[in-house]
């Protein structure tokens, strides 16, 4: 297993120590370890309950580990959340954003909670046409916008907020092929930048494609990890088939 | 940072929605309604003060003018109202009328103001019945059910505006699933709740506070600033009780509806039925007498005094020496005869009026120990005590009104026993009321208790809520 510093150089962004998660009986996340750098894509891929959403939730600190340390930047989530969360930035499977707003107005609001202040009318149009939204549509009110532009609105939103890390909850899922690419080419720009990112996702094509690691879990563990430069589409597949068949 | 962001949008979200723009709108139309009640109730009170005062100066001037005419050889207009004759003068055709400005800030609330009596025609036979009587005929009805005023509004109304405006003011946000992309951003949910209940706050009470406020400057009645604060400071913390309760059922992490239905039986029961049931309780516990009982045991002191006044005024003699200087023993006439018998009635029905005081005062005191149940009974006390229309400042006035009717029956019954006639020169000397205001800081005495408990209940659901807030996570 290779980690996130040793291959791109840089001390880690986000890491786990034998990070752990229970609800009540039910173990859904056991001892994970894991290391994300600077530029670095990194997959969670596994089945629904392998603990991929569990693991975001714990580096956003949207729920308390049982067990172990999340890290951001080398600080602890559970004793640093105001810190850590302005160095995240979040973009949930389903963006919601206040349908009575234009999305201008949502990126705004975000920006300035995220700590950016007022960015202007100019500046965040600009984030909004970067973050792939028609410019004709940023003052248009987020109930008339379809799922991907919404997605695009949570871009901006993390694209304003200049964060070191970005953490992906199954982005691309009910995406069109179309709006499922450019949202891998804004998250390569991203990783141009030097952000880390973590994505929970179950599009493998997509894993191989944007990624530059993958892990595969399940039940709550870390089964392999794999770096997508050295292996094609179809043993990503096969690997990860192998995996859930065990 | 966070407050201004979250002030900003919410204003931004109350553009947006229209149902929410015509609920505030429509309280601001019930808001000004309930001052135009105040208000013209309380014209209506300065009209009928003007007026007995006006009568007052009138009856003056006719006597002066008559007794002028008679002293110059006339004769009085009629035998039966001579004004030489001291039961004329200090009798009813002689009465002074008592009056009590309305309170300071009535045109906010018409508490007991029509309930109370706010003027007594005070003459030698005012007695303790007398006191008790409501010279206005008011629709039971209303009486019943309260004016529509702004203090029903802030009591009743306000509550449901306030849960209306908040009972998701977090569950909405979990709903909508917006709770999530917010708590992944470097703020606190606490602030972010606090922000947007602040918004609300300053939409709700804004508009009740500036309702007020400009009723009060447009009819002049602004003269208070320590009642005004008072009644602000009531308004305030009442509303907050109700933001910091719906805050901390939101905080229970459930769905907008039963936020909804709960606070909504949290209004119910706080402000509807736990005032009834202590009401009833002191009705039940603490009967008043029936006014009618009152009235027959008057009609038979009465008559009974009628055919015993010999006797009565030796008694009376015996009880009050200082008023037998002049009085014929062997001899009296007729006007002593009458008031010994009047004297007897009033002793007689001072025992009824008593017992029906007692009763009242018990009343009082179960209401005032178990208000503290509900932050409605706490803060209508607080805000109709402020207003100058409540029980406290209506029993200083009866008080007063009390030792001017005293004073008048020293002026008058001397001359009655001793048979004297007025004379144009003692005009002058006939007493007349002057109100004395209770002191400005006896309201805030006694409204420091109600308005404490108040305080500490917004504080406790406040802090409750705070704790709850601070276990909300953005995976809830």
Redesign the interface.
């Known amino acids: 297993m290779q980690n996130g510093e040793s291959r791109a150089g840089h001390a880690p962004l986000l890491e786990a120590r034998g990070l752990s998660k229970n609800y009540g009986d039910t173990r859904a996340l056991d001892g994970l370890d894991l290391t994300i750098a600077p530029g670095e894509v990194y997959c969670l891929l596994g089945p629904n309950g392998a603990g991929k959403t569990t693991t975001i ?1 714990l580096f ?5 580990p049982s067990g172990g340390q999340a890290l951001v930047s080398g600080l602890d989530v559970a004793t640093h ?3 850590t ?2 160095r ?3 973009i ?1 499977e ?8 234009s999305g201008l ?1 949502n990126l705004e ?2 920006a ?4 950016r ?1 007022s960015l202007g009318r100019e500046r965040l149009t600009e984030i909004l046409v970067e973050a792939g939204l028609e410019r004709d549509a940023v003052d248009r ?1 987020v109930s008339e916008y379809s799922k991907g532009m919404r997605q695009k609105v ?1 871009i901006a ?1 993390a694209i304003a ?1 200049e964060a070191d890390a970005l ?1 992906l909850d199954e982005p691309t899922s009910g995406l069109d092929p179309k709006a499922s690419n450019e949202f891998s080419a804004l998250v390569e720009r991203l990783r141009g930048r030097g952000v880390g990112v973590l994505m929970a996702t179950h599009d493998l094509f997509r894993a191989k494609d944007t990624g530059t690691r993958v892990g595969i879990m399940r039940y709550g563990r870390l089964v392999t990890e794999l770096s997508t430069d050295e292996i094609g589409h179809a043993d990503l597949e096969r690997i990860y088939l192998e995996h859930m068949h065990d | ?2 407050a201004r ?1 979250v002030l ?2 919410e204003w ?2 109350l553009r ?2 229209r149902a929410l723009r015509i609920a505030l709108g429509l309280f601001g139309v019930l808001l000004v309604y309930a001052l135009a009640n105040g208000v013209v109730w309380t014209r209506f009170q300065e009209r009928n003060i003007e007026s007995a005062q006006t009568q007052n100066v009138e009856r003056a001037a006719g006597f002066a003018e008559e007794l002028a005419h008679i002293e110059a050889g006339g004769e009085p207009a009629s035998q039966f109202a001579d004004p030489r004759s001291p039961f004329v003068m200090g009798g009813s055709s002689g009465s002074h009328t008592a009056t009590l400005e309305p309170g300071p800030l009535s045109v906010l609330a018409v508490g007991q103001s029509d309930l109370l009596p706010y003027y007594y025609d005070v003459n030698i036979y005012t007695n303790e019945s007398t006191l008790q009587q409501n010279g206005e005929v008011e629709n039971p009805v209303n009486l019943m059910a309260g004016r529509f005023d702004l203090t029903f509004v802030v009591v009743y109304l306000l509550p449901l505006l306030v849960l209306a405006l908040s009972f998701n003011v977090l569950s909405a946000e979990r709903e ?3 709770l ?9 949910v606490r602030s972010i709740v606090a922000a947007k209940l602040a918004f609300r706050a300053m939409l709700a009470v804004g508009l009740v506070l500036a309702v007020a406020v400009v009723g009060l400057l447009a009819t002049g009645g602004a003269g208070s600033p320590g009642r005004m604060l008072l009644w602000c400071g009531a308004v305030v913390a009442y509303a907050l009780f109700w933001f910091a309760l719906a805050a901390w059922v939101n905080t229970l992490r459930r769905t907008s509806a039963w936020n909804a239905t709960v606070l909504v039986g949290a209004w119910l029961v706080l402000v509807v039925v736990l005032p009834a049931a202590i009401n009833i309780a002191a009705d039940l516990l603490h009967p008043l007498p029936s006014r009618v009982e009152m009235i027959t045991v008057q009609r038979e002191a009465s008559n009974e005094a009628v055919n015993s006044r010999s006797e009565l005024l030796a008694r009376y003699l015996e009880d009050h020496p200082e008023m037998a200087e002049g009085v014929v023993a062997d001899d009296p006439g007729f006007g002593a005869l009458s008031w010994a018998a009047t004297d007897a009635v009033n002793q007689q029905v001072e025992v009824v009026t008593a017992e029906h005081d007692a009763r009242r005062a018990e009343q009082i005191r179960l209401v005032r120990r178990y208000r503290y149940l509900s932050p409605a009974l706490l803060a209508q006390d607080v805000i109709i005590d402020a207003a100058g229309t409540g029980d406290a400042r209506y029993a200083h006035f009866r008080d007063q009104v009390r030792v001017f009717a005293e004073e008048w029956r020293e002026f008058f019954v001397p001359a009655i026993l001793a048979d004297e006639q007025m004379t144009a020169s003692v005009l002058p000397q006939v007493p007349t009321y002057r109100a004395v205001e209770e002191d400005p800081g006896d309201a805030a005495r006694r409204t420091a208790a109600p308005l404490t408990v108040l305080g500490g209940l917004v504080l406790l659901v406040g802090m409750g809520a705070g704790v709850g807030l601070g276990r909300v ?3 809830d």
């Open positions: 939730n956003l600190g949207f729920v308390a959340d105001r810190e969360k302005q995240l930035a979040y949930p389903q963006v919601m954003l206040y349908r009575n707003l107005e609001y975000f300035a909670l995220g700590g202040g009110r949570g939103i907020k953490l | 940072m966070t962001t900003r949008k931004r979200l947006a929605d909508r699933g917006t999530a992309l917010t708590l992944s951003q470097p703020v606190r996570r953005g995976a």
